[in-house]
């Protein structure tokens, strides 16, 4: 069958034998986007995660017949390196990842938090930000996000002023 | 020889018997029970892990038949449907998912907090079931609907496979006896038998 939706800003059509193949399986295999990782394939450690109409999503757990006309972003729609997203920004300032497996899904996972609350207590990123890194780079983590939201601020900011 | 052949038999039925046990025996389809059955059956279903669950106390979903903490501390959050960023729709979706193991039914989300019946009695379950202060304000035709319509509260009986590929245990009576007995009970008033 025929399944359609946005992708990164793109309209695109897939082919699926069956319509519970996991997006992630198709946004990797059939759309070679590989950004989104598989890690556990279980909705458990969070490499996987992605945005459906701007929620995270954990994408082995999606049954790819719901993303129907949906628009979806992965980590390579998130921002450009000329213009990166204030989480992408701060992963570097801060020097995040480790081995970088689990690193696209945090930051997916971030982004889509800083989207609801642009200045998130360490309380609310413990509650929201529940991935799974096996190098342990929590605490730069951590750094970072309080960093992206301070970015995420002032391009907030600076919209409300042009606007 | 012929002891240990007895011994051996004798365990091998023993142990058919806890597998067989283990797996799902639907009650007789039987309308004309007493009230008090029809509340006891009610009753082993709601104190079902598939049901007690998602009905906690402590603000925390349980997994599996041992009722532990759902993993990664996830909570209660808001409007009992997660946090923000991570909502319980993040993993659970509209149907179980057969690739990951993890479960789906409409609106997936824990029961309200005033409706919290981990770690209560019988009596007080039934009690804050029936009570529009604790129930959500509904009455008993709208509880009669719930419990028998309600496609997160029949997801009982379709529970889907876990995370290695097993069955979800069911409720110890089948769905038609469940809904045979809700009305019953509520027919018949919901009258809270004395707990013996
Ligand atoms: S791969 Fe999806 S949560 Fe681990
Ligand atoms: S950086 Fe290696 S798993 Fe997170």
């Known amino acids: 069958m025929e399944i359609s939706f946005q992708i990164n800003g793109e309209n695109r059509s897939v ?49 790819v017949k719901f993303a129907k006309g949906k628009n979806i ?42 989207s609801k609350n642009d200045h998130p207590t360490d309380e ?38 042009n606007s | 020889m012929l002891f240990i052949g007895l011994i051996a038999s004798v365990i091998f039925m023993e142990s058919n018997e806890v597998a067989s046990m283990k797996k799902y025996k639907p009650l007789e389809r039987d309308s004309n029970i007493t009230t008090e059955k029809a509340y006891d059956q009610v009753m082993q ?18 997994q599996g038949d041992e009722r532990h903490p759902h993993y990664f501390d996830m909570a209660r959050g808001e409007n009992d449907k997660g946090f923000s960023a991570t909502k319980c729709a993040a993993c659970h979706q509209e149907e179980n998912n057969d690739y990951s193991g993890v479960p789906g039914a409409s609106h997936w989300a824990l ?20 009570n529009p202060s604790t129930n959500g304000g509904k009455s008993h035709e709208e509880l009669v609907e719930h419990m028998t319509e309600d496609e997160l509260v029949l997801w009982a009986w379709d529970p889907g496979i876990d995370a ?29 038998p004395s707990e013996k």
């Not at chain 2, 979800?168 to 018949?188: G, L, M, Q, T, Y």
């Open chain 1, 73 to 114: 972003v992965t980590i390579e729609g998130l921002g450009t390196p000329e213009r990166p997203h204030p989480v992408q920004q701060a992963w570097v300032e801060e020097i995040v990842p480790q081995c970088g497996y689990c690193q696209p899904g945090f930051m997916m996972a971030t982004a889509a938090l800083l």
């Open chain 2, 111 to 130: 029961a309200p907090a005033s409706m919290g019946w981990q770690g209560l009695s019988k009596t007080e379950i039934a009690k804050r079931l029936l």
């Open chain 2, 45 to 62: 279903v709601l104190m079902h892990p598939r049901c007690m669950n998602c009905h906690p106390t402590d603000n925390v979903p349980k």
């Open chain 1, 124 to 161: 609310e990123i413990d509650a929201n930000i529940i991935n799974v890194c096996r190098c342990a780079t929590y605490y730069r983590m951590r750094k970072a996000i309080h960093r992206a939201a301070e970015l995420t601020r002032e391009t907030n900011l600076q919209s409300t002023e």
């Open chain 2, 164 to 192: 290695n590929g097993q069955p979800r245990e069911v409720p110890p009576v089948s769905e038609e006896n469940f809904k045979i007995a809700v009305k019953k009970w509520f027919d018949e008033g919901a009258i809270i």
């Open chain 1, 15 to 63: 082919q699926v034998e069956d319509e519970n193949t996991p997006l992630l399986w198709v946004v990797r295999d059939v759309l070679d986007l590989k950004g989104t990782k598989f890690g556990c394939g279980k909705a458990a450690c969070g490499a996987c995660t992605l945005h459906v109409d701007g929620e995270a999503v954990r994408s082995c757990s999606y049954a």
